[in-house]
């Protein structure tokens, strides 16, 4: 069983630019939530995708957006980074969004110069 | 909105002893679910435990067990027999069971920093 893979696992970005952060699910699991931890803190839900649709969405701005691709696999991309941006940016997989647990990957470490 | 404390920034604990992990969490819902997650330097989120608010028996998974308090809203972490592979950030986190537009969104405390001492 494959778990969840993020890419890639470290970034360097200056303000202002783009970045495309992306995630494979568990096999088999068919929902992806993303998740933007600061250092020392507890992750923040960004969003959740299920079949391709965003469903669930935490209090970020709408230049974090995301994608969900028929294999389940998703991307999030933020605009217009800005410095508080730097983050680890963790996707977290499950069979649906009720009760199942979420499977967190390894996160992608971004750095905002 | 659905809050997680956990006021232990850092705890300590000699191997094979136990310790014991407080979260308390404020909510207006009924059906909820309660996680453990504990977050070592490698930074993958591994899902220790899990309580349905439903249930009122404490989950166990070997060396660790949950004191679930309800009507406190309280959910501390007890684990037993520590071993230096325990030393990580340990994270309380929160999911209602139910729509809207947060759903799926677990809430996360602040975390706690364990060190297991041989």
């Known amino acids: 069983e494959t778990g969840v893979t993020q890419s890639p696992t470290h970034l360097i970005k200056t303000r202002g630019q783009q970045v495309t952060l992306r995630c494979s699910s568990q096999s088999g699991h068919n929902t992806v939530s993303w998740y933007q931890q600061a250092l020392g803190q507890g992750p923040q839900f960004i969003f959740q995708y299920y079949r391709e649709e965003e469903n669930g969405r935490g209090n970020f701005p709408p230049r974090f957006s995301g994608l969900q691709f028929p294999n389940y696999s998703s991307e999030l991309n933020v605009n217009a980074l800005e410095l508080d941006d730097s983050a680890l940016y963790l996707c977290?997989?499950?069979?649906?969004?009720?009760?199942?647990?979420?499977?967190f990957g390894d996160g992608t470490r971004l750095s905002i110069l | 909105a659905q809050t997680v404390t956990q006021s232990q920034p850092e705890m300590s604990v000699q191997e094979a002893e136990t310790v014991t992990l407080s979260c308390t969490y404020d909510?207006?819902?009924?059906?909820?679910?309660l996680f453990w997650y504990k977050q070592p330097p490698s930074r993958q989120m591994i899902l220790v435990i899990r309580q349905e608010a439903y249930k009122q028996q404490n989950a166990t998974e070997n060396r660790f067990s949950v004191n679930f308090q309800k009507a406190a809203k309280s959910f501390s972490l007890k684990i037993s027999d520590s071993q230096l592979g325990d030393t990580a950030m340990y994270f309380c986190?929160?999911?209602?069971?139910?729509?809207?537009?947060?759903?799926?969104?677990?809430?996360f405390g602040q975390g706690t920093i364990l060190t297991v001492h041989p």
């Open positions: 977290a997989s499950s069979l649906g969004g009720g009760n199942q647990p979420q499977h």
């Open positions: 986190a929160f999911k209602a069971n139910a729509g809207g537009t947060s759903y799926g969104k677990l809430t």
């Open positions: 909510t207006s819902e009924n059906n909820y679910y």
